[in-house]
C-alpha cells in the first residue's frame, strides 16, 4: 500500500458551528496531577498547544493539596489512581470541602478505564467530567469547552441553590429547560431534586416520570423509588431499587437506598448483606464502611462490624469525610470482644484526631467508654463514666444530636445516674414536643429504666411546656402585636433552641414583620440564621424552602445579589 | 465477579497492570502524534520513508490501544449490567469531534481524507465512551482497508440513530464478512478468537451496540460491502 504518497488533506478539525463566545483556554490556570511523569509531560504538551502557559503539576495526592492551597486553578486535570495516600476523589472532596476551588473551576477526573464512581451519580461532590485515557489534544478541548458552556447554563441555578433558595434555583430551571435542548435531561434531574430539597415529592415525582416517558433513566427510576422510601412505602420502594439494580449493576446509590427499605421493614439482616455487597463494588466510600459498620454492630456480627469499621479508618486517612464513628464503634467491637483495653485506646486516637473539628469529641468519646465498660460487665468503671458525663452535661448548656442524645440516657439510667438521664431527655422532648415517634423512643427508655409513670409524667409536662411557647407567640401574632411576637419567639428560641415548629414559627413571624413594617436587615438576617438552623436540623422541609423563597423575594434590589434577573 | 479473596487480588492486580500499560501507550501513541505532526511533509516535498514507518506504528499502536480498551471492557463483562454503562444525551457534533481528534493524525500521516456527514446539531442517547471506542476502531480498521477516503456518516433514520464507517477500498474480504456475521448474530457465543483476529473488535462493537437498548428495541452491528464508495461498511443502528 502505498498511502503515503497520496495528498495530504486534513479533515475538518471541528464540526461543532463555532459560538460567538468560544472560550480562551492559553489565559486559564492549570494543574496537572498524575504520578506518571510521561503522562504530566503528554498533559502539558497537550495544553500547550492549546495555548495554556500557566501550568503546574502535581505528582501525588498530596502535593496536589499544597498547591490547591496556594493557588486558585481555572481548570484541574486530576488521575484518580495517584498511588499511595489520597486518590484523585479525595483531592476532589478536599479541595471542594475545604473552598480551594472555585465555582467556576472545571475538574476533570482522568483514569485508565471507565470507573465506577463515573456512573453512581450520586457522590456528593463530583467532577465536571471523566476522562478516559490515552487523552488527545481534540478529546481534551471538546470536553473542555462542554463543561464550560454547562457551567454557564448552570450558573445561576447553582448560585440560588448555594443560598438555599430551591425555589427560585427550580424556577430558573423551568426557564432554561424551554430553550435548552442539550441540557434538558441535567435540567430536569436538577429541578427534581430542587423539588424533593423543598419538602414536595409530588412535583419531583412529575418531573422524573416526564424523564421516563422519553428514555429509561436508571436514576429517574431510582428517584421515584426514593419518593416512595420518603412516603414509608417501603416494600415497593425495596421492589423498585432491586429493579435499578437488576438494569445497572453499578448504579451503588441504589443499594444505600434498598438497605434503607430493608432497615425501615425491620429487615437488618438483608440491609446488613446489600450494604456488604456495595461495599464490595465501591470499597473505598467513607460513608458506606461507616454506615455498614453500624449496622453490623445493631445486628451483633462483630466480624463484620470490626473489618467495616477498620476499613472505614483506614480509607478515611487521606479523606476529609472521615468521622470518630468509626473509632467509637471499633472501641464497641473491641470492648464486646472483652479488650476494653484496645478500646480505650482507639479512644484515645479519637479524641486526639477529632479534637479541632468536633467539639463534642470528649463527650462521645466518654459515653462509649461508659459502653464499653458496661458491656464488658465492669459495673464500677461504667458509673464512673457516668458520673463523668454528669459532670460534661452541668458544665455547658449544649447538647449533642438526638440520637446521642438517646444512647447517652440510656446509658445513665443503666448505670443508675437517674437524674442526669431524666434532665437529658426532658430536654428532648422540649425540642421536639411534635414528633410522635421520638416520644415513643423517650417513653421506651424510661420503660427499660423501669420507670414507666415517671417517663409519661415528663413528656406531658414537657411537652404542654413547649406547645404554651409556641401558642403564645403565635396568638400575638395573630392579635396584630408583630414587635411583641418577634420578642416572644426570640426568647422562646433560646428557652428551646433545637425545637423546629418553634423556629419555622418564629422565622414565619419575622418574615411577616418585614413584609408589613418593611424591610429590616438585621432581622431578614436573624431569620436567615434561623432557617439556616432548621435545615441543619432536618433538611428537605417544604416550609424551609417557602420561607428561603419569602425571605429573598424581600431583599431589597439594590444590591442585586439576591434577585439576579435572568439573562 | 467471583466472591473468593484470590479473585479480588488478582482484579486489583490486574487494573493495576492495565493502568500502567494505558499510561504507556498514552504517551506512545501521544509521542508518535507530535512527531508526526513535526515531520508532516507539505505537499510539494517528497515523503521521507521514516515518516511512512513512524505513521506505520501510529496505526499498530492503536491497534494495541484498541484491544488493550475492547480486553478491559470485556473483563469488566461489557454487554452485561456489571459493565458499568452509562447512556446520557449528546449532541453528534461532540461525539463526531473526539473521534475525529483521535483519528485526526494517523489518517494525516497516511495520506487519507475523512469525508463527515452528520447533523451536529442532533441528540441522541448513549454511552459516549463506548461509542466513541467504537467508531474510531472502526475507522482504525478502515485505515487497513482503504484506498485513501474514509466515511463517517450518521443519520436519524426511522427512530433509530444509524453510523457508517465506509471505505474506498476493495471491500472487507469475504472472512472478515462470515466474521462479522457470526460476531453479531443473536445468539450468544458465536464468536471464534482463535481463527480470526479481527473477531474481539467485532464481538466488543456488537456487544456495545445490544447493550444500547429503548422501548423493546436493541441496537445492531452489520458489515457489508457497497455504500457510497463501494468499499467496506461497518454499519452501527442505536434504538
Known amino acids: ?219 429517574a427510576r431510582a428517584g421515584l423509588a426514593k419518593i416512595r422510601l420518603a412516603n414509608g412505602e417501603f416494600e415497593q420502594a425495596r421492589q423498585a431499587f432491586q429493579g435499578v439494580i437488576a438494569e445497572n449493576r453499578y448504579y451503588i446509590d441504589a443499594y444505600d ?73 471499633l472501641a464497641r467491637v473491641c470492648g464486646q470482644k472483652n479488650d476494653p483495653k484496645e478500646a480505650l485506646r482507639l479512644l484515645l486516637v479519637a479524641q486526639r484526631e477529632f479534637a479541632h473539628d468536633h467539639p463534642d469529641i470528649q463527650l462521645r468519646t466518654k459515653i462509649t467508654e461508659g459502653l464499653v465498660y458496661h458491656e464488658s460487665g465492669d459495673y464500677r468503671r461504667a458509673r464512673k463514666a457516668g458520673d463523668d458525663l454528669e459532670a460534661m452535661l452541668k458544665a455547658t448548656l449544649e447538647r449533642p444530636d438526638v440520637p446521642t442524645c438517646l444512647e447517652l440516657a440510656t446509658l445513665l439510667f443503666a448505670v443508675g445516674v437517674k437524674e442526669a438521664a431524666i434532665e437529658l431527655l426532658r430536654y428532648v422532648i422540649r425540642n421536639n414536643h411534635d414528633n410522635p415517634l421520638l416520644l415513643e423512643e423517650v417513653q421506651n427508655i424510661f420503660d427499660k429504666a423501669r420507670m414507666p409513670e415517671e417517663g409519661v409524667a415528663m413528656i406531658r409536662a414537657s411537652k404542654k411546656e413547649a406547645a404554651d411557647l409556641m401558642n403564645q407567640g403565635v396568638l400575638l401574632w395573630k392579635t396584630g402585636k408583630l414587635g411583641e411576637a418577634v420578642a416572644w419567639m426570640r426568647d422562646a428560641r433560646k428557652a428551646v433552641p433545637n425545637n423546629q415548629r418553634i423556629l419555622f414559627n418564629a422565622a414565619q413571624i419575622m418574615v411577616s414583620c418585614l413584609q408589613q413594617q418593611g424591610y429590616d436587615a438585621a432581622l431578614a438576617s436573624e431569620a436567615y440564621e434561623i432557617l439556616h438552623h432548621v435545615d441543619h436540623l432536618l433538611p428537605g422541609q417544604q416550609r424551609f424552602a417557602q420561607l428561603m423563597e419569602q425571605l429573598t423575594q424581600l431583599q431589597p434590589a439594590a444590591d442585586g445579589a439576591g434577585m439576579s434577573a435572568v439573562a | 465477579m467471583d466472591d473468593t479473596p484470590n479473585a479480588h487480588e488478582l482484579f486489583l492486580f490486574l487494573a493495576s497492570t492495565a493502568h500502567d500499560m494505558k499510561n504507556s501507550i498514552s504517551v506512545l501513541s501521544g509521542t508518535l502524534e507530535r512527531l508526526l505532526v513535526a515531520q508532516s511533509p507539505d505537499t510539494s516535498s517528497k515523503v521521507e520513508p521514516a515518516y511512512t514507518q513512524m505513521a506505520h506504528m501510529l496505526y499498530q499502536t492503536k491497534r494495541l490501544n484498541d484491544n488493550l480498551m475492547q480486553l478491559l471492557a470485556l473483563y469488566k463483562q461489557v454487554g452485561k449490567p456489571e459493565y458499568p454503562f452509562d447512556v446520557q444525551p449528546l449532541e453528534l457534533g461532540q461525539l463526531v469531534d473526539q473521534v475525529v481528534s483521535m483519528e485526526r493524525v494517523l489518517l494525516q500521516s497516511r495520506g487519507i481524507q475523512l469525508e463527515l456527514d452528520c447533523d451536529p446539531r442532533l441528540i441522541w442517547h448513549f454511552d459516549e465512551d463506548l461509542i466513541v471506542g467504537v467508531l474510531s476502531h472502526a475507522i482504525n480498521n478502515a485505515v487497513h482497508y482503504t484506498c485513501n477516503r474514509v466515511r463517517l456518516a450518521i443519520r436519524e433514520q426511522d427512530g433509530w440513530l444509524e453510523l457508517r464507517v465506509e471505505d474506498n477500498g476493495p471491500g472487507y474480504p469475504p472472512a472478515l464478512l462470515k466474521a462479522g456475521e457470526i460476531a453479531t448474530r443473536e445468539t450468544a457465543g458465536g464468536v471464534n478468537f482463535l481463527t480470526n483476529s479481527a473477531g474481539l473488535g467485532l464481538y466488543f462493537s456488537s456487544e456495545v451496540a445490544k447493550m444500547h437498548r429503548h422501548r423493546g428495541r436493541h441496537g445492531t452491528l452489520r458489515l457489508e460491502n457497497g455504500g457510497k464508495y463501494g468499499g467496506g461498511c461497518f454499519i452501527l443502528r442505536l434504538p
Open chain 1, 1 to 219: 500500500m502505498n498511502a503515503a504518497a497520496q495528498p495530504v488533506v486534513t479533515p475538518l478539525l471541528s464540526v461543532t458551528p463555532a459560538t460567538i463566545d468560544q472560550v480562551d483556554w492559553a489565559d486559564k490556570h492549570y494543574l496537572v496531577v498524575d504520578d506518571f511523569v510521561g503522562v504530566r509531560q503528554l498533559l502539558r504538551e497537550s495544553l500547550r498547544s492549546l495555548g495554556a502557559k500557566n501550568i503546574d503539576q502535581a505528582s501525588s495526592g498530596g502535593e496536589a493539596m499544597g498547591l490547591l492551597a496556594r493557588i486558585r486553578y481555572d481548570v484541574v486535570l486530576c488521575d484518580y489512581n495517584l498511588g499511595d495516600g489520597k486518590n484523585g476523589q479525595q483531592v476532589l472532596e478536599e479541595a471542594r470541602v475545604r473552598n480551594l476551588v472555585n465555582p467556576s473551576t472545571v475538574w476533570l477526573m482522568v483514569s485508565a478505564e471507565k470507573s465506577v464512581e463515573s456512573v453512581m451519580g450520586a457522590a456528593e461532590h463530583q467532577p465536571d467530567a471523566y476522562l478516559i485515557k490515552p487523552i488527545t489534544e481534540g478529546v481534551l478541548l471538546t470536553r473542555l469547552n462542554r463543561v464550560w458552556h454547562r457551567k454557564q447554563v448552570f450558573r445561576m441555578i447553582d448560585q440560588a441553590c448555594a443560598e438555599k433558595d430551591y425555589l427560585r434555583a427550580a424556577r430558573l430551571c423551568d426557564e432554561q429547560i424551554a430553550i435548552d435542548k442539550v441540557h434538558e435531561l441535567e435540567l430536569l434531574r436538577m429541578k427534581a431534586k430542587l423539588m424533593e430539597k423543598s419538602g414536595q415529592p409530588t412535583r419531583a415525582r412529575e418531573v422524573y416520570e416526564r424523564v421516563l416517558e422519553q428514555r429509561e433513566y436508571q436514576w
Open chain 1, 257 to 329: 437506598q434498598l438497605a434503607l427499605s430493608f432497615q425501615n421493614m425491620g429487615k437488618l439482616e438483608e440491609a446488613g448483606a446489600i450494604l456488604e455487597r456495595a461495599a464490595k463494588l465501591s470499597p473505598n466510600s467513607v460513608t458506606r464502611q461507616r454506615n455498614l459498620g453500624k449496622l453490623a454492630l445493631k445486628l451483633g456480627n462483630m466480624a463484620m462490624a470490626e473489618k467495616a469499621f477498620r476499613k472505614c479508618i483506614a480509607i478515611g486517612e487521606y479523606s476529609i469525610m472521615k468521622t470518630p464513628d468509626a473509632y467509637l464503634g
